[in-house]
């Protein structure tokens, strides 16, 4: 079979496993990415080519620099398939799609796996539960919104890819300062209805419009003993029976149907309002979830959602037949925690039930797995409490993995 050159463009350092399947599967890779990450242990042995973007501000490129760049680029190779690695990348590489024709997600279908108000717009034209919500764009309207909806309110951007910038306004005092404060960057924020509940994430491929793969899982809030909130990271994969699984398997298709996903990985994340037991949508990607979220899905399932999505695009491209291998059925729980020394001891930490510790500089990581629940829920319990007694070093919340 021909080989294929594939771009892949990321403004973070990930994707590893995607770029060393997709150069098993005999392809070509060029990578672009921020200068800041050049030491970083990229897979160098799969990489044919490499080139660096300045960054004006964390993740931010000058997109008229990338699309000269990528002019050049082209003299020389017939690109077949751009990638984005990252939540930041997915407007690159749709920018880089529509202006040198290659086929993929464009820039109007990618605002709704990347724009939280178009996303929610989409939503709601398609009776898929949403927070209630306003663009601010017109004071008229945002003070029809305030009327109608008491607060408290987030006002949150809409293209961050975590909870940098989102803030909670508990009254209309607080919010006109708020949105002053915004100056020329106002368009690109939105303001919702804070709906205290449980957030849950789900990870699914998707192959011809159809969802291949899915594993649902339940954020954690720290358990009582830990003082620090938000200074632990954690996420629990939940049983395939149970009420919550079923329930966001059926809302994470509607999802993906309405919002017209062809392929790849998504990460999807919705609330269960804590008033009413409903669910509802919060918002949705093309691409990988982030802090080591595959690691989880991969212990729990013995699925690796980069290299399939890798393999996914290698067989669209090369257009030979894909399938999908069959999923293991273990509860797995996964822990992080920025931590005060470079490589924390963790022999506090050893048991049946670790499936990996994860090697990360100034933090520590832990992947548990289980056929039974509630030993991975004590032991994610018990692992907070140790981290936050002995461990964790406490930085503001932008610090926080990406999820």
């Given at each position: 079979?021909?080989?294929?050159?594939?771009?892949?463009?990321?403004?973070?350092?990930?994707?590893?496993?995607?770029?060393?399947?997709?150069?098993?599967?005999?392809?070509?890779?060029?990578?672009?990415?921020?200068?800041?990450?050049?030491?970083?242990?990229?897979?160098?042995?799969?990489?044919?080519?490499?080139?660096?973007?300045?960054?004006?501000?964390?993740?931010?490129?000058?997109?008229?620099?990338?699309?000269?760049?990528?002019?050049?680029?082209?003299?020389?190779?017939?690109?077949?398939?751009?990638?984005?690695?990252?939540?930041?990348?997915?407007?690159?590489?749709?920018?880089?799609?529509?202006?040198?024709?290659?086929?993929?997600?464009?820039?109007?279908?990618?605002?709704?796996?990347?724009?939280?108000?178009?996303?929610?717009?989409?939503?709601?034209?398609?009776?898929?539960?949403?927070?209630?919500?306003?663009?601010?764009?017109?004071?008229?309207?945002?003070?029809?919104?305030?009327?109608?909806?008491?607060?408290?309110?987030?006002?949150?951007p809409r293209s961050e890819a975590s909870a940098s910038g989102i803030s909670k306004i508990?009254?209309?005092?607080?919010?006109?300062?708020?949105?002053?404060?915004?100056?020329?960057?106002?368009?690109?924020?939105?303001?919702?209805?804070?709906?205290?509940?449980?957030?849950?994430?789900?990870?699914?491929?998707?192959?011809?419009?159809?969802?291949?793969?899915?594993?649902?899982?339940?954020?954690?809030?720290?358990?009582?003993?830990?003082?620090?909130?938000?200074?632990?990271?954690?996420?629990?994969?939940?049983?395939?029976?149970?009420e919550e699984y079923i329930a966001l398997e059926k809302a994470n298709k509607k999802v993906?149907?309405?919002?017209?996903?062809?392929?790849?990985?998504?990460?999807?994340?919705?609330?269960?309002?804590?008033?009413?037991?409903?669910?509802?949508?919060?918002?949705?990607?093309?691409?990988?979830?982030?802090?080591?979220?595959?690691?989880?899905?991969?212990?729990?399932?013995?699925?690796?959602?980069?290299?399939?999505?890798?393999?996914?695009?290698?067989?669209?491209?090369?257009?030979?037949?894909?399938?999908?291998?069959?999923?293991?059925?273990?509860?797995?729980?996964?822990?992080?925690?920025?931590?005060?020394?470079?490589?924390?001891?963790?022999?506090?930490?050893?048991?049946?039930?670790?499936?990996?510790?994860?090697?990360?500089?100034?933090?520590?990581?832990?992947?548990?797995?289980?056929?039974?629940?509630?030993?991975?829920?004590?032991?994610?319990?018990?692992?907070?409490?140790?981290?936050?007694?002995?461990?964790?070093?406490?930085?503001?919340?932008?610090?926080?993995?990406?999820?």
């Open positions: 079979m021909a080989e294929k050159t594939f771009v892949c463009i990321s403004c973070y350092y990930k994707g590893y496993e995607f770029m060393d399947e997709i150069k098993k599967l005999g392809n070509k890779v060029i990578l672009i990415t921020s200068e800041n990450l050049k030491d970083k242990k990229w897979p160098w042995h799969a990489i044919d080519e490499v080139y660096y973007m300045q960054e004006l501000e964390p993740s931010v490129w000058n997109t008229d620099h990338l699309v000269q760049g990528f002019s050049h680029l082209m003299k020389d190779n017939r690109i077949d398939a751009v990638i984005a690695l990252d939540d930041y990348d997915v407007e690159k590489a749709a920018l880089i799609r529509e202006t040198f024709r290659i086929p993929g997600m464009g820039q109007t279908t990618h605002r709704y796996f990347r724009d939280k108000l178009a996303m929610r717009q989409m939503a709601l034209d398609n009776e898929i539960e949403v927070p209630q919500f306003s663009s601010i764009f017109n004071n008229a309207k945002l003070e029809e919104f305030t009327a109608q909806n008491p607060p408290p309110w987030v006002l949150k508990n009254s209309v005092e607080e919010l006109w300062p708020a949105i002053e404060k915004l100056g020329e960057e106002r368009h690109k924020f939105l303001l919702e209805s804070f709906k205290p509940g449980d957030v849950y994430h789900v990870d699914s491929l998707v192959f011809e419009k159809e969802i291949i793969f899915t594993s649902a899982s339940r954020y954690l809030s720290p358990p009582m003993e830990v003082s620090h909130e938000g200074g632990v990271f954690r996420t629990k994969t939940l049983e395939k029976n149970s993906l149907t309405k919002f017209g996903l062809v392929y790849g990985a998504t990460h999807t994340e919705f609330i269960r309002g804590k008033a009413d037991g409903k669910w509802y949508f919060l918002e949705t990607s093309s691409r990988v979830g982030g802090a080591h979220i595959p690691d989880l899905v991969e212990a729990s399932t013995g699925i690796n959602i980069w290299r399939e999505w890798a393999k996914i695009e290698d067989s669209l491209l090369k257009k030979t037949k894909y399938s999908l291998a069959d999923s293991t059925d273990f509860t797995a729980g996964l822990i992080i925690a920025l931590a005060k020394e470079q490589k924390p001891d963790t022999k506090q930490f050893e048991c049946k039930y670790v499936s990996q510790f994860l090697d990360l500089d100034y933090h520590i990581g832990i992947i548990y797995k289980d056929k039974d629940e509630k030993n991975i829920q004590k032991c994610l319990d018990d692992a907070a409490v140790k981290i936050t007694q002995d461990i964790l070093n406490i930085l503001p919340p932008k610090m926080k993995p990406t999820a």
